[in-house]
């Protein structure tokens, strides 16, 4: 902890402290865990596979609206004040969800859930990039080792409030435990600009120094605005001396532009424009998509049930979510030795082929399912870690939080169908063998994409950071 405290002072370690604490309960409450609570659902509510696989389904796609609302309100309120709004909403559809009767209340507490997780989550990710530079790597992986840390201990602990009190009085325990998500946001104290307060004086004479690009930006971004209105102007001097018989024409145009303008400003807010900049960052996400927010959210969710069809007791096969913790806190330690070794791109690469194979060792029987549980937590913990180094490299802390939200944004349509997709192959093929393949061939996607990474490198455009002038 020492470079932590070196570098941005006590406060710095408060920060990262509480973001691991962000990362812990999110987790918890929201996402792995909740896998144990799958088989009590699909019991209480008599629904088929597919239905209660919506139920974490709409969870994930609605933690991606949250980031993407996170993203957008960070920028604008401050992100202490957003990570204690999304730290309400997340409580307040935890506690919500214990008392629903219908699968239908659950999709709707589910979904405010998620939109507060992915709301709170955000801030835990931009504040740690903010207050550290020299020892982001380490800040990042001690920060978000609180996911595998949740998943170690909250796995068997959901497991045994489940056999104590039920479902409901499960969710609304983890209630009232996902409440002190507001006590970790109000820690996210704003850096300080003052170079006397500032945790680096280096970083903040280089953010002085990129104000003139920047005007240089905006005044750019003026010419291009005049431009398009004298344009705008000219049409419509020409329309005017047109024939009234060109009015209904010149409405439709009209509104046409209307909609090209309310898309350019949403896509503006979001900042989609670094994907046109930068095509690794887009080769990134898309890696990620296919990795992290379809494979293993999909293989932890039907995890659980698929190893106690293999014979597996119920309170053995909720620790295989403990065994994927742990491996994720040895898959962050071997990921601060590797960086110093290898490249991040080859060491996410290689991460990503080993998942593909792990995925295809739950068909081999009981103790392959501990190993292949084992090694997905390691090639997680490395992933989650590396990617993070890889988009702040390439995007900046200033767009850190955008890039996450279109990450987020283009992950919601595959978070929300694959949970019920892969349901529905079950339920069809009562096997979850074929599932597993389907995962196993997304992480193998993943490792082919990343060799065009060298390529695109070479022929993007750059995106502008102000950490790059000097």
């Known amino acids: 902890m020492g470079p932590l405290v070196r570098e941005c002072g006590h406060w710095g370690f408060a920060v990262v402290f509480a973001s691991f604490t962000i990362h812990l309960l999110v987790m918890f409450a929201s996402t792995r865990c909740a896998g144990v609570l799958f088989l009590s659902f699909q019991n209480e509510f008599q629904s088929t596979t597919a239905q209660t696989g919506a139920i974490f389904s709409i969870m994930y796609s609605s933690s991606y609206i949250g980031d993407m609302m996170g993203a ?39 979904a405010l859930a998620g939109i507060g997780a992915g709301i709170t989550l955000m801030p835990a990710i931009v504040m740690v990039a903010k207050y550290f530079k020299t020892y982001y790597p380490l800040a990042c992986g001690i920060s978000s080792s609180g996911v595998d840390i949740g998943m170690l201990v909250f796995g068997p602990l959901m497991q045994l ?9 499960t969710m609304l325990v983890t209630g009232a435990i996902v409440g002190h998500l507001l006590a970790a946001g109000a820690l996210f104290r704003p850096v300080r600009l003052s170079p006397s307060k500032t945790c680096n004086k280096k970083d903040t004479d280089v953010e002085h120094s990129g ?26 001097v020409m329309t005017q001396r047109q024939p009234q018989s060109n009015d209904a024409t010149n409405i439709t145009l009209k509104s046409q532009r209307q909609k090209r303008n309310l898309f350019s400003a949403v896509a503006n807010l979001l900042r989609f424009y670094l994907l046109r900049d930068s095509y690794r960052l887009s080769m990134i996400i898309f890696t990620q998509v296919v990795a992290y927010r379809i494979a293993f959210n999909c293989f932890i969710m039907f995890l659980v049930p698929s190893a106690t069809t293999s014979g597996i007791s119920e309170q053995d096969a909720s620790f295989l979510i403990s065994v994927c913790g742990i491996g994720g806190i040895v898959g962050r330690l071997i990921c601060g030795v590797l960086t110093q070794k290898a490249s991040s791109y080859a060491i996410y690469q290689v991460s990503m082929f080993v998942s593909g194979c792990a995925v295809l060792l739950v068909q081999f029987g009981t103790i392959w399912i501990y190993i292949s549980a084992s090694m997905i937590g390691i090639t997680y913990g490395i992933q989650y870690t590396i990617w993070r180094v890889m988009m702040l490299e390439i995007v900046g802390v200033d767009n850190m939080g955008s890039a996450i939200g279109i990450y987020s944004c283009i992950g919601l349509p595959f978070s929300l169908t694959m949970p019920i997709l892969s349901g529905a192959i079950y339920d069809t093929t009562e096997r979850y063998s074929t599932m597993f393949y389907i995962f196993a061939g997304f992480y193998f996607l993943g490792f082919a994409a990343m060799f065009l990474a060298p390529v695109l490198k070479r022929i993007e455009p750059g995106i502008f950071k102000k950490e790059d002038i000097k």
Do not use: C
Not at 230 to 236: C, K, T, Y
């Open 72 to 110: 957008v309100l960070g920028n604008h309120m401050g992100y202490r004040s957003t990570a204690i709004l999304g730290g309400i909403l997340n409580t307040a559809g935890m506690i919500g969800g214990s008392f629903t009767t219908r699968i239908y209340q659950m999709y709707f507490t589910n």
């Open 161 to 169: 409030l489940l056999d104590t009190y039920g479902w409901r009085g």
């Open 211 to 236: 104000e003139d690009k920047e005007m240089l930006q905006d005044s750019r971004e003026e010419n291009q605005e005049s431009t398009q209105s004298e344009d705008h102007g000219i049409n419509e």
